[in-house]
């Protein structure tokens, strides 16, 4: 069995009147006590008290023994850093971590060696914790650009919105890197990956962008499935929870769509408070329609549902009603779209 790494830290200093003659263990705890991850470090805390008549020198080397479920019995000497008087406490933090343990109940024993009077018999404190096992885990919920059942063409570039979810029990920090696979139907998966930009708490979603990606040139037309799966995880047994996530498209050879829009989407101001205004320019009289979605695909508003001449044209967008977040725009002319965000802060 593997050994369990312990590591001594930090000093806290509490009073703590006591009346035995000696160096005893008393309090061991955790902070989410009687719970232990395994796999992941705990926070063990237990107090160190000088019951003996005399202050006990900083320098001092305090041998501790400590003996977690079945495992050998491991020593440690802790280095007092600060005199000690008596009567007195330290808070010593243990980080063992539980890697080789089997999961349910584990007890913890720590003990002294180190007497003023050679009496050791109330050194020693024992707990009883509850190993369980820990989950830390992303999921894809949602591809909400393109819009689902838009054309897609093959050998044609798109940049696909999606939505993380920390199915985790704990906060995955920001800058952490996570690794996903994008397949189109039944072909291979490629690999990406995105940096968090914040951190995000349990059960908390946020939106990313992928980068560039074509759509093969082997996929068949008509329709299929685009898939989005994480590959992040520690879960100790391998389990992974809602990791992955696919949107139903349109598969079109490339260049068979006509563009009928002139130049590019302009939209002002953008991020907005409250209004903002989308402009664009058509090169022939065509039916338009302009609508605007939530992340998750719900259409909230729509802003044009008519037939526009050539031109340039503007339409506005009220946003006072919504809450603030990230929405998405769909500007449709005959058969080709055009998506990107909205920010209303």
């Not at 069995?1 to 008393?26: H, P, R």
């Not at 291979?188 to 940096?195: C, F, H, K, R």
């Not at 829009?261 to 058509?282: K, R």
Request: glycine share 6%.
């Amino acid at each position: 069995m593997k050994k369990i790494l312990l590591f001594a830290a930090v000093l806290m200093f509490s009073a703590s009147m006591v009346f035995a003659q000696d160096i005893s263990m008393e309090d061991l705890t955790a902070p989410d006590a009687p719970i232990l991850r395994k796999g992941v470090a705990a926070n063990l805390s237990v107090q160190i008290v000088n019951n003996g008549p005399n202050t006990i020198n900083g320098g001092t080397i305090i041998p501790l023994k400590v003996e977690i479920g079945n495992n050998p019995v491991q020593s440690i000497n802790f280095p007092l850093v600060n005199p000690l008087p008596s009567g007195d406490s330290y808070n010593l933090m243990l980080y063992p971590t539980f890697e080789n343990e089997p999961l349910g109940a584990i007890e913890i024993c720590i003990w002294s060696e180190y007497a003023a009077d050679g009496n050791s018999a109330n050194d020693q404190t024992c707990s009883n914790f509850e190993l369980v096992t820990y989950k830390r885990d992303i999921g894809m919920t949602a591809i909400p650009i393109p819009l689902p059942n838009s054309i897609v063409e093959k050998q044609t570039s798109y940049s696909f919105t999606f939505t993380l979810k920390n199915f985790s029990d704990s906060a995955i920090s920001v800058n952490t890197r996570i690794p996903y696979q994008v397949r189109f139907g039944t072909g291979t998966p490629e690999e990406y990956y995105v940096d968090l930009t914040t951190d995000m708490l349990p059960n908390s979603e946020a939106s990313y962008s992928s980068p560039v990606i074509e759509v093969p040139a082997t996929v068949p037309n008509g329709p299929i499935e685009i898939c989005f799966e994480t590959a992040w995880s520690t879960v100790v047994d391998d389990v992974q929870t809602n990791n992955e996530f696919c949107q139903d498209y349109q598969i079109a050879p490339s260049g068979i769509k006509e563009n009928n829009f002139a130049g590019s989407v302009a939209i002002q101001p953008n991020p907005f408070d409250e209004q903002t205004q989308i402009t664009y320019a058509l090169a022939t009289s065509s039916e338009v329609v302009l609508k605007i979605y939530t992340l998750a695909g719900k259409e909230v508003q729509t802003l044009v549902n008519e037939k526009q001449a050539a031109g340039k044209h503007a339409a506005d967008f009220d946003a006072s009603a919504l809450e603030k977040g990230i929405y998405i725009y769909r500007l449709q002319s005959g058969e080709v779209s055009k998506t990107g965000r909205l920010v209303v802060q």
